[in-house]
């Protein structure tokens, strides 16, 4: 239901208020009376009406007068002037220019009085409504785009005033974000530059002045010290905006320590992957060079009829170095292979019945060319066997992985293999005493890629303690490595002894 | 030897992949060389001292001595400058750069090298 008009009624003489009055009783309207144009003036802030009637003739403040006065106030309600006067020219022309919207004529005519009224009502009503809906429709798009700003977790809305040094708008995320209260970035003064990064802040200051100088619009990244002391990336875009009186500083500093983390570690694992690939070409290279200079070798005492002069021990010698380097080769080839399988979840155990003991040795005694060349002991403290339900091929590399890295660190000093069992666990140790490890390296030497000492002059592509501690783990066993600098490393293997299972 | 004082010349062999030196002692011995191997500068300088070769084959890049050190000691010993070094690298610069008195580049010519042998200790 429509509520009723209100319309307001400024006339000094109080029969003709009551003329009106009696005149709109039991209608749509609402009347409400003034006796004079300072009264109807004050009337207006009071409520909203539909329309204004002004008595043309009123002592002190005429109708014309208050007519001029409402519209100063910037009141666009429709007026009608009524007066006794017969209508003459001059007094229409200064009532139209005083705002008036028409004339009534007294004795009113209640009729024409209604007719009229009812009109602007109408006309009245429709502005109303429209200016409800066009205040819905504002605060509507206020609010979403308050839910806008707010909404956005990632990064921080803000306005400052150009001068003042501090913010005059910050979006809620802003202490989320940075850890810092609203409250401190509203109050603080530079409370950015304050906060910032020491190597940023100058970087900060320049853009800074670089914009209120030129004006227009900048976008550039920094960093920030979070409340905690950790390190945050912004984004940050802003523009100067210039209003009547003072220019705006509006910005959006979005928060990409995300992007900017996923960056990094993107590029260390480019770098990771460069020198990897440039130590296995290496690493490929190295046993093909005396195994092409071998079968040069072979070439060139064929070509001068002397192969028959090479004592056979010495060839059968020359042979078997040359297998050891083949094998190298191999083994480098597998080792690429099951990384990339172990990278891909393709890495599978297949257990067997088997002796580890028996293992041990097999694979020591396969060692003993390479323990000859190198002029190395090797030490085996076994028992008698070790059966278990693992995968005997794995557990090979392994060991050979294992046995590798102690012959290739051990500075040409003795090598041991310790096996013991405790409970339902194989204990096996493989002890060196070359340049060990230091403790900072002992936790990242069984990851991909890594080793302790820089490539220079031991060989290998870093992947063989990786390859180990994935075939251990894959076994439920787990590896650990204890070390001194300059004294030697130990690598023990702890496997659980699994039986086979019972046949269903 | 057709004329002359025949005597067995000693080749000191500084180089640290084993297959490598194997490999080379394997010929040289078949050209009826005396062959003492050494896998680091510091076994170098032992069996320097102790064997006094005739030629040496050096290696340059060694982990621990390596053959910056090995010349360095031989160069300062009056008695040792003298004997030829033939130094075998991969990289022409370096091997230039310490001037021996012959320059292998790897990988190796076998050929190459034994000539170069046979010149140095004739």
């Known amino acids: ?504 | 030897m057709i004329c002359g004082v025949s005597t067995t010349r000693t080749i000191l062999i500084v180089e640290d992949n084993a297959a490598i030196t194997e490999l080379m002692k394997t010929l040289l011995e078949l050209e009826n060389y005396r062959v003492i191997t050494a896998k680091d500068g510091q076994q170098g300088i032992n069996a320097l001292q102790r064997d006094r070769p005739d030629v040496i084959i050096l290696d340059m890049m060694m982990p621990g001595v390596n053959g910056w050190h090995f010349l360095d000691f031989q160069r300062a010993d009056a008695t040792l400058k003298h004997i030829p070094v033939i130094v075998v690298s991969a990289f022409g610069e370096i091997a230039r750069s310490v001037q021996p008195d012959a320059y292998l580049p790897k990988p190796l010519k076998l050929e190459q090298l034994l000539e170069t042998v046979q010149k140095y200790s004739a």
């Open chain 1, 1 to 504: 239901m429509l509520p009723r008009a209100r319309i307001l009624v400024i006339d000094d003489q109080p029969a003709n208020l009551l003329v009106v009055e009696a005149m709109l009783r039991d209608s749509d309207y609402e009347v409400v009376t003034a006796p004079s144009g300072k009264e109807g003036l004050a009337r207006l802030h009071e409520s909203d009406f539909a329309a204004i009637l002004i008595d043309v003739q009123m002592p002190e403040m005429d109708g014309f007068e208050t007519a001029l006065w409402v519209r100063a106030r910037g009141v666009r309600t429709p007026i009608i002037f009524l007066t006794a006067t017969p209508r003459d020219e001059l007094h229409t022309m200064r009532g139209y220019e005083a705002g008036a919207m028409d004339f009534l004529y007294q004795p009113l005519n209640s009729e024409i009085l209604r007719a009229k009224l009812s009109v602007l009502t109408e006309l009245y009503r429709g502005r109303r409504e429209m200016e409800i809906r066009s205040a819905q429709i504002e605060a509507h798009a206020e609010r979403r785009y308050r839910d806008l700003v707010e909404g956005i977790h990632n990064g921080i809305v803000w306005t400052a005033v150009l001068g003042t040094g501090k913010y005059s708008f910050v979006s809620p995320s802003a202490q989320q974000i940075s850890g810092y209260p609203h409250e401190a970035w509203m109050t603080e003064k530079y409370f950015m530059r304050e906060h910032s990064h020491p190597d940023d802040r100058q970087g900060l200051v320049d853009v800074y002045e670089k914009l209120v100088a030129n004006g227009g619009d900048v976008d550039f990244e920094h960093r920030f010290v979070r409340a905690d002391g950790s390190t945050l990336w912004f984004h940050t875009t802003i523009r100067v905006a210039d209003l009547t009186g003072y220019r705006e500083l509006r910005g959006l500093s979005v928060d990409i320590t995300y992007l900017k983390e996923t960056e990094q570690s993107l590029r260390n694992s480019i770098t990771l992957r460069d020198e990897f690939l440039s130590i296995a070409s290496h690493e490929l290279k190295t046993p093909l060079t005396p195994l092409q200079l071998q079968i040069e070798g072979f070439q060139l005492l064929g070509k001068r009829g002397e192969l028959t002069r090479v004592p056979p021990e010495k060839l059968a010698h020359m042979l078997e170095v040359s297998a050891a380097q083949v094998h190298t080769l191999t083994r480098l080839v597998d080792q690429l292979l099951d990384v990339s399988r172990i990278k891909s979840g393709r890495i599978d155990i297949e257990r067997a019945d088997m002796d580890l003991t028996a293992l041990v040795r097999k694979v020591a005694l396969n060692f003993q060319i390479n323990l000859e060349l190198g002029d190395v002991s090797l030490e085996l403290d076994l028992p008698d066997s070790m059966p278990g339900f693992w995968d005997p091929v794995r557990l090979e590399q392994m060991l050979v992985n294992l046995l590798d890295n102690a012959l290739k660190y051990g500075m040409g000093k003795p090598l041991r293999i310790v096996l013991r069992q405790e409970d339902a666990t194989a204990h096996l140790t493989v002890t060196d005493q070359g340049i060990g490890i230091a403790e900072a390296d002992l936790d990242r030497i069984f990851e991909r890629f890594e080793r302790a000492v820089s490539a220079g002059h031991y060989s290998g592509m870093g992947l063989g303690l990786y390859i180990t501690r994935q075939i251990v783990e894959l076994h439920g066993g787990r590896i650990a490595a204890t070390s001194r600098l300059g004294e030697g490393s130990s690598f023990t293997v702890h496997l659980p002894i699994h039986e086979r299972p019972a046949p269903l």
